[in-house]
């Protein structure tokens, strides 16, 4: 093990670094990140609180479905952290840019394995076991549990991480044994794709949107009964839950037991992983080294036809398009997002409006005008996973960018609107799709199709020019240069952008819908408010496009090459 600590002790070595050259800097970009991860933390916890009150109050079936709750939590938890491993053991131990020279020093395969695999457990357990925490720290509040509950929850979770990661790394061992690692993270794409969508299929089948109908209630008596059945007791995650369960209802032996089950697994699964490196994971890395990258080879793709463009800047829009395609991990995500388009509109299709007590006119219109916010929330997600990172994806070769007769400027216009036609699409099919299936009004309609109009140029210019701003250019995939500051600097400037264009439209509307309702006609002052609403809108769109495009050029034209 000394020698594992010594192997570990790089990833300690950033934090005593001097902090006195730009200290105020990395403090400040400290303290929002740890203010939003805080608020996220405590929201939780906030809302957890008032689920796990509201069924304390029901008399015999409310402790059931909290612990039914509970089963079903931690088991999508431990589903979660078993992919979230399966993704970053293929980077740790395949695919990362220093194993070469880690391998050439005098140390045992097993033990470079064993370093690797703690970074890897580490790096894929803790967002997930952080914000589990508030979760189980809710319901020893609300059942009142003792000091050992909270003292438990390590014992139930460590081991619950580290079986999941240990699962996560013998699929990748025993996988590049017949799929080359730098294929096979294409494959992981694709089933992570078709895991979610049996997962939603599976979801979607049980009908939840039941609940709300009076007429189905002796149908939920009947599931809540089959509640009762028994969890696979051979699951990790039923082994924390009978351990956390017991704490809660004072049953210490029974979270004694749990713990023994899952620390015992850990230790067997622990020399299977030791046995299985020391055979195969060398070989496999060898492979790695040697094989070709693309999983499919792209057929070659027609260049754009002559158009009055320059040739630099023709050039350069083919070379975004092609590079896209050439790459797997991006356009393989199309399918991931057609998807997602599909199941967002069909939670639409099945929303029992109907039946609810509040007008179904007023409903309907209300749903469109958030699902403004909404669509525009996928548009923002879609926009940091495409356009923000489409400067960084140039890596090393950016010089030859800079060496090229083609303006800094232009350079990120071309990528605006290579990312913004797609993502427009993208966001009218929602927004028209969804409103069809509500029935809304036809003034809905046009402010929904106009607004997403003025939204759509804001959002994917604050994703090339903050991304041209904060460039990483030695990210090793596209995901991991949103995970910076830059990234996270997009997302709130992008969610702001569009709360405030929805703040903005949301009086004027009220008050047009309101009439309507009413049957009365529109006073001056309505029609004054609109105006300055629709100007303020306006003039927040032309700041979203202008400001950070001219930031992104600058900071690029600065940049030392």
């Not at 394995?113 to 509040?141: C, H, K, Q």
């Not at 619950?160 to 590049?176: D, E, F, K, N, T």
């Not at 300055?532 to 030392?560: C, F, I, N, Q, Y």
Request: one cysteine or more; a positive charge; aromatic letters at 12%.
């Amino acid at each position: 093990m000394k020698t594992v600590t010594t192997l570990l002790l790089p990833r300690l070595w950033p934090l005593k670094r001097p902090v006195a050259s730009g200290m105020m800097k990395r403090s400040f970009r400290l303290c929002i990140l740890g203010g939003i991860g805080a608020a996220f933390w405590i929201g939780i916890f906030g809302v957890s609180m008032r689920v796990l009150r509201y069924f304390r109050g029901i008399e015999e079936v409310g402790d059931l479905i909290l612990a039914k709750l509970l089963s079903m939590m931690l088991i999508t938890v431990f589903s979660l952290l078993i992919f979230s491993a399966i993704l970053t053991c293929l980077s740790k131990l395949y695919l990362s840019k220093d194993l070469s020279l880690v391998f050439s020093l005098p140390v045992e395969r097993h033990q470079i394995f064993i370093a690797r695999w703690l970074e890897s457990t580490f790096d894929s357990a803790w967002m997930v076991m952080l914000y589990t925490l508030p979760v189980l720290i809710a319901y020893g509040i609300a059942y009142d549990a003792s000091s050992m509950y909270y003292a438990y929850l390590p014992v139930a979770l460590v081991p619950l991480a580290a079986v999941a990661s240990g699962i996560g790394a013998l699929v990748v061992i025993l996988a590049v044994m017949v799929i080359p690692a730098n294929r096979i993270r294409t494959l992981f794409v694709f089933f992570g794709l078709f895991a979610f969508i049996a997962v939603y299929i599976a979801f979607r089948l049980l009908r939840p949107e039941r609940l709300v109908d009076p007429e189905a209630f002796a149908t939920v008596l009947v599931y809540l009964h089959a509640l009762k059945s028994p969890d696979f007791p051979f699951l990790p995650s039923t082994w924390a839950y009978d351990g956390i369960h017991g704490l809660l209802a004072g049953d210490a032996a029974q979270g004694l037991f749990a713990a023994s089950l899952s620390l015992a697994a850990t230790g067997l699964l622990y020399c299977a992983m030791v046995i299985t490196a020391d055979t195969v994971y060398f070989s496999g890395l060898s492979r790695a080294q040697t094989v070709k990258e693309r999983l499919l080879e792209p057929r070659r793709k027609p260049a754009l036809k002559k158009s009055r463009l320059p040739g630099p800047v023709r050039a350069f829009a083919e070379k975004e398009i092609k590079t896209f395609f050439r790459d797997q991990t991006q356009w393989s995500q199309v399918f991931l997002i057609a998807a997602l388009v599909v199941i967002y509109i069909y939670n639409f299709k099945v929303l029992p409006l109907e039946r609810s007590p509040i007008q179904a006119l007023y409903l309907q219109n209300l749903l469109s005008f958030l699902n403004m916010g909404l669509v525009a929330f996928v548009l923002i997600a879609v926009t940091a996973r495409f356009a923000f990172p489409a400067v960084s994806l140039e890596k090393e070769a950016f010089w030859l960018v800079r060496a090229c007769p083609v303006r800094i400027r232009t350079y990120l216009w071309v990528k605006f609107v290579i990312y913004f036609l797609p993502l427009l699409i993208l966001s009218e099919i929602l927004i028209v799709g969804t409103n069809l299936l509500l029935k809304v009004t036809p003034l809905m309609m046009g402010l929904s199709t106009v607004t997403l109009c003025l939204l759509v140029p804001g959002v994917v210019c604050l994703g090339v020019g903050l991304g041209a701003a904060f460039p990483d250019f030695n990210s090793e995939n596209p995901a991991q240069s949103v995970t910076g500051w830059g990234g996270l600097l997009f997302m709130m400037l992008g969610a702001f952008f569009v709360g405030a264009v929805i703040l903005l439209e949301a009086g004027p509307v009220y008050r047009f819908f309101m009439a309507r309702v009413k049957g009365h006609a529109l006073f001056l002052s309505d029609w004054i408010f609109a105006g300055v609403s629709l100007a303020g809108v306006l003039v927040l769109a032309g700041l979203a496009v202008w400001v950070p495009m001219r930031h992104g050029e600058k900071k690029l034209t600065e940049m030392d090459i």
